[in-house]
């Protein structure tokens, strides 16, 4: 069975056995953005906190946010950890985000994918989790995201190796996937879903999990 199609029918057992997964959890664009930044060494319960702190406060607006005092933008962002980085992070974006694009998610999502990755990842403090996790879920563009549960997964099928890096990991779905923004969204949610319920780090419950059938190494 080649690669291409053994990937294919994971995600199609992983859809069948949990269904769709609505990600990225925000209502606008801008809102994703802020979350994919946010995110970054946490988890989403946290972030969600974080964010609904600033919706609260009447802030999730672009420039309320940059010309927000960084303690108050801190204060604010406490839940998801690291507040002080983060507000320092979420500013850099939103004065690269102004100057280029002036706040404008249509003129931003016009420009070419690998060029507005680079763009991105000119950013202080944006990696490229980050700036994927913004071109995928924000501006819709087809960019495969690759995280630690995605590096897990692969590695426990035989898919990469341990030292393979972010590029090789996603170079081999965008290789083997057709290039779809709702099959990337789709496929990186539900490995998501699958490595916190099934492919946990230590003591993974191979015998149980959806995809036990497919495994080829086990640890």
Not at 2 to 20: C, D, E, H, M
Not at 45 to 56: F, L, S
Not at 69 to 79: C, E, F, T, V
């Amino acid at each position: 069975m080649t690669k291409s199609r053994k990937l294919n029918l994971i995600y199609k057992k992983l859809y069948k056995s949990f269904g769709p997964q609505h990600w990225w959890p925000g209502k606008t664009p801008f809102e994703v953005m802020v979350g994919a930044i946010l995110t970054q060494n946490t988890n989403w319960q946290n972030v969600a906190r974080a964010i609904a702190n600033i919706k609260k406060s009447g802030a999730m607006d672009v420039r309320k946010l940059y010309y927000m005092p960084q303690k108050k933008l801190a204060k604010l962002l406490r839940p998801a950890g690291y507040f002080n980085i983060k507000a320092k992070r979420l500013k850099n974006f939103l004065k690269f985000y102004l100057d280029n694009y002036d706040a404008n998610v249509r003129r931003m999502r016009a420009v070419g994918t690998e060029a507005l990755r680079d763009q991105l990842l000119s950013v202080n403090g944006v990696g490229q989790e980050t700036a994927d996790s913004i071109l995928l879920y924000a501006l819709k563009k087809p960019v495969f995201v690759v995280d630690a549960y995605t590096k897990r997964f692969c590695l426990r099928h035989g898919f990469t190796f341990e030292d393979s890096d972010y590029q090789a990991v996603q170079r081999f779905f965008t290789q083997n996937l057709e290039s779809s923004v709702q099959l990337f969204n789709e496929y990186h949610a539900l490995i998501v879903r699958l490595a916190k319920e099934y492919c946990l780090k230590s003591k993974p419950k191979c015998a149980v999990c959806p995809l036990r059938t497919d495994l080829v190494r086990h640890d």
